[in-house]
């Protein structure tokens, strides 16, 4: 089975900074496929990027960047110039493909993270 | 146009009540989950459905009872609620594309509180 371990409750950040979330897996699978998704005060789930394990080269959308090692099993998450808006929880996810031919994918979540971004 | 939509967004009920929550994904996508995401805001899948057909049910009280349609709809009856059964739930979907993978798309929650 596997696990996902997000081990900062709570994190802040003053405005316009960078902050690092970390998020460690464990799996024996070789392929699968991470995830940052974020939970703003509202509870919608919001995808904010993706990873593929196949792929060396970090995700990265605007202002959100991912160091993925694959070989520690790590996945952290990178937020450039916080903003406000920015303030909320923030899953990692692991997603293992179906093992047989048709089927769902899986995701398993970490325990989050709280993020909030002080003005 | 919201892709995920699930419904009632808010549900407050009493023990003992049969509810249902509504889901519909406008996206084409072959596969819909229900998630429950508990008082400390952990996220555990509940249930999948891959065109119809029930691919994964994890240990959920037989008194949660998906039904699909069609693949563009999964709804979620409940019997006989219980205070443990307060949370939000979370419809998602994503495309069936075998090994290549794909984005799971939540639907905006449904919170439900049984008092």
């Known amino acids: 089975a596997q696990t996902v371990t997000q081990s900062q409750p709570e994190m802040s950040v003053q405005e316009a900074e960078t902050v690092t979330l970390s998020c460690t897996y464990d799996?024996?699978?070789?392929?699968?496929?991470l995830f940052w998704y974020k939970q703003p005060p509202s509870r919608q789930m919001i995808l904010v990027i993706r990873?593929?394990?196949?792929?060396?080269q970090n995700a990265t959308e605007n202002r959100f960047s991912v160091n993925f090692q694959k070989a520690a099993k790590s996945f952290s998450l990178k937020i450039s110039d916080s903003q406000l808006g920015d303030t909320a929880m923030y899953f990692c996810?692991?997603?293992?493909?179906?093992?047989?031919?048709?089927?769902?994918?899986?995701?398993?979540f970490g325990k989050g993270t709280k993020l909030s971004v002080i003005p | 146009d919201t892709a995920v939509s699930q419904t009632p967004k808010y549900l407050v009920t009493q023990m003992g009540n049969d509810k249902s929550i509504k889901c519909e994904q406008n996206?084409?996508?072959?596969?819909m989950y229900w998630y429950k995401q508990d008082s400390k805001k952990f996220l555990k899948i509940m249930f999948s459905?891959?065109?119809?057909?029930?691919?994964i049910n994890e240990t959920v009280p037989n008194r949660f009872s998906p039904k699909s349609p069609d693949k563009a709809h999964l709804n979620l009856h409940i019997n006989s609620l219980e205070l443990g059964d307060s949370a939000v739930y979370f419809c998602?979907?994503?495309?069936?594309?075998?090994?290549?993978?794909?984005?799971?798309?939540f639907g905006e929650g449904s919170w439900l509180t049984v008092v």
């Open positions: 998602a979907s994503s495309q069936d594309a075998g090994y290549s993978g794909n984005t799971i798309y």
């Open positions: 990873q593929e394990a196949y792929k060396q």
């Open positions: 459905y891959n065109n119809k057909e029930l691919i």
């Open positions: 996810a692991f997603m293992r493909p179906p093992y047989s031919g048709a089927g769902s994918y899986q995701l398993t």
């Open positions: 799996t024996s699978e070789n392929n699968y496929y």
């Open positions: 996206l084409g996508h072959d596969t």
